[in-house]
T-cell receptor
Framework: SQELEQSPQSLIVQEGKNLTINCTSS?????LYWYKQKYGEGLIFLMM?????EEKSHEKITAKLDEKKQQSSLHITASQPSHAGIYLC??????????FGAGTRLTVKP | DTGVSQDPRHKITKRGQNVTFRCDPI?????LYWYRQTLGQGPEFLTY????????KSRLLSDRFSAERPKGSFSTLEIQRTEQGDSAMYLC?????????????FGSGTRLTVV
């Protein structure tokens, strides 16, 4: 079974709408990463969260970490077509390599 | 430094052939990782190097797969006797030893199609 579960698997929103993507870990989180991937491309680092309650923002994207629930959420405000892509959460393991969720495919309709 | 480079970007090969992919990491990064990604899935860890030492290998890395990083710089991933199930995107990433606060830096990947 996946260590990291992402929900929803896919999301279609109208341009300008807000949205939230969730990532839940079945194991203790040492660090939680959010990446964005365009189809057929590599992953682009968005942000990393390490401490419980931590919240970071980059432009219109905000991510939070709930360490007790072993969960993170990624929130996009006023979505734009440029936000479309696959959002992946990744987590450090104690063996120094990162594991990923299956991703959330976001489509933004103009 | 332009980031992590992977070559080739695309490879089509016949079943049973051997293929080799190359990854050039960011020069000051000590760690190098290989992942495999199939359609609709997140990247799956294959193996990682710290300098030239291969420190961990996934069970996904069958005997037909081998990875090297001979001088602690670029790395190669070889697949022998390719099978259709090997068709995937192969991603390389690198990071520094001092921490991953900026995450891993990924290359654009090599897409392998086995026909």
């Amino acid at each position: 079974s996946q260590e990291l579960e992402q929900s929803p698997q896919s999301l279609i929103v109208q341009e300008g709408k807000n949205l939230t993507i969730n990532c839940t870990s079945s194991k203790t989180l040492y660090g939680l990463y959010w990446y964005k991937q365009k189809y057929g491309e590599g992953l682009i680092f968005l942000m990393m969260l390490q401490k419980g309650g931590e919240e970071k923002s980059h432009e219109k994207i905000t991510a939070k970490l709930d360490e007790k629930k072993q969960q993170s959420s990624l929130h996009i405000t006023a979505s734009q077509p440029s936000h479309a892509g696959i959002y992946l959460c990744g987590a450090d393991r104690d063996s120094n390599d990162m594991r990923f969720g299956a991703g959330t495919r976001l489509t933004v309709k103009p | 430094d332009t980031g992590v480079s992977q070559d080739p970007r695309h490879k089509i090969t016949k079943r049973g052939q051997n293929v080799t992919f190359r990854c050039d990491p960011i020069s000051e990064h000590n760690r190098l990782y290989w992942y495999r990604q199939t359609l609709g899935q997140g990247p799956e860890f294959l193996t990682y190097f710290q300098n030239e030492a291969q420190l961990e290998k996934s069970r996904l890395l069958s005997d037909r797969f081998s990875a090297e990083r001979p001088k602690g710089s670029f790395s190669t991933l070889e697949i022998q006797r390719t099978e259709q199930g090997d068709s995937a995107m192969y991603l390389c990433a690198s990071s520094s030893l001092t921490g991953t606060a900026n995450g891993y830096t990924f290359g654009s990947g090599t897409r392998l199609t086995v026909v």
